[in-house]
């Protein structure tokens, strides 16, 4: 596993919630790429070379940027419910949502994002890759790469051998890793939507409201007994699709992944030792970021 994960996804978390990693205005930022300020030169157009990940999940769209050195710059992430089960379901939704992430970056860099990579769960068709690529270019981008979600989320975590599931918000790709290298991917539908889902008929909630509870960990607990089977369910995916590639270590990560309790489930369900990164829903938008050559 990266040495340095704990300190990277630290940093992430930083600039995701506003902060600009190592600067407090977009002028220190671009003084930090060597360009030219406004002051300086306000018709500069310089751009620094910066790497730039989207990741369009089922419930948060993540924007992530790193710097030359691929560390956490910026970056900015919304819910919004314009992806199910992998497939793009509001195209106009998408496209004003990312435009808008990005318009939000560029102001506190105080410069353009032209290339992204972009991801996609492992096993859909491949219009539905496209049409992930679309949303990409509609909203201002020259698409560098896509790259299913867990061989993305590896670029962070640089698992050697072991099983890397990204928990979304619909559904549980897994990819297996043996030496570094992806020897098997799979994507069933089933993750957070569904806990938000129980949960709402559980306590015959809107799922608006269901899905604010799962989000608030102070919650978590009396929710538990309600969400478990879902995460047996998780649990059972993984199981099945691990069984003909043994794996020593399972790696949860994605925003499902942030609900206390997963990796207790499906280390009992599957058998397997299993661990959450530190900030599990930015492994992946990070590590697609790396893509972005």
Same mark, same amino acid.
């Given at each position: 596993?990266?040495?340095q ?58 924007l ?13 992430y ?5 992806v ?22 560029e ?24 049409a ?13 790469? #896509? !790259?299913? *979600?867990? =061989?993305?989320?590896?670029? &962070? ?6 099983? +890397?599931?990204?928990? %979304? ?13 992806v ?14 889902l129980?949960?709402?008929g ?20 009396r ?10 369910k ?30 207790? #489930? !499906?280390? *009992?369900? =599957?058998?397997?030792p299993? &661990? ?6 930015? +492994?992946?938008?990070? %590590? ?6």
């Open positions: 596993m990266n040495p994960l704990d300190t990277f996804l630290a940093q992430a978390q930083s600039v995701m919630v506003g902060e600009l990693n190592g600067s407090s205005s977009k002028q220190e930022t671009k003084a930090s790429f060597g360009l030219p300020t406004e002051e300086e030169d306000p018709w500069d157009k310089s751009q620094p070379r910066v790497h730039v990940g989207v990741d369009l999940g089922t419930a948060y769209t993540v992530a940027v790193l710097d030359e050195q691929m560390q956490p710059l910026a970056g900015e919304r819910f919004a419910q314009i199910r089960d992998g497939l793009v379901v509001d195209f106009h939704g998408a496209i004003s949502l990312l435009r808008e992430l990005k318009q939000n970056v102001a506190r860099l105080g410069f353009e994002l032209t290339t992204a990579a972009t991801t996609y769960p492992p096993g859909v068709p491949g219009t539905e890759v496209r992930t690529r679309h949303v990409v270019e509609a909203a201002g981008f020259e698409v560098a790469h #896509v !790259v299913d *979600e867990p =061989t993305a989320a590896n670029a &962070v975590l640089q698992i050697e051998n072991g099983a +890397v599931v990204d928990v %979304g918000g619909g559904t549980t790709g897994i990819a297996i890793f043996r030496q570094g290298q020897i098997y991917t799979a994507d069933e539908a089933t993750g957070g939507t569904h806990f938000s129980v949960i709402a559980a306590m015959n909630l809107e799922f608006e409201k269901a899905e604010a509870l799962k989000k608030d960990p102070r919650q978590h607990k929710l538990f007994p309600i969400v478990r089977p879902v995460m047996e998780v649990g059972s995916i993984v199981a099945r699709h691990i069984a003909a590639h043994p794996v020593e270590t399972i790696y949860l990560v994605g925003g499902t992944a942030l609900f206390s309790g997963i990796e207790r #489930v !499906v280390q *009992e369900v =599957t058998g397997v299993t &661990v959450i990164p530190g900030h599990p829903l930015f +492994v992946t938008p990070l %590590g697609v970021a790396m893509h972005d050559t």
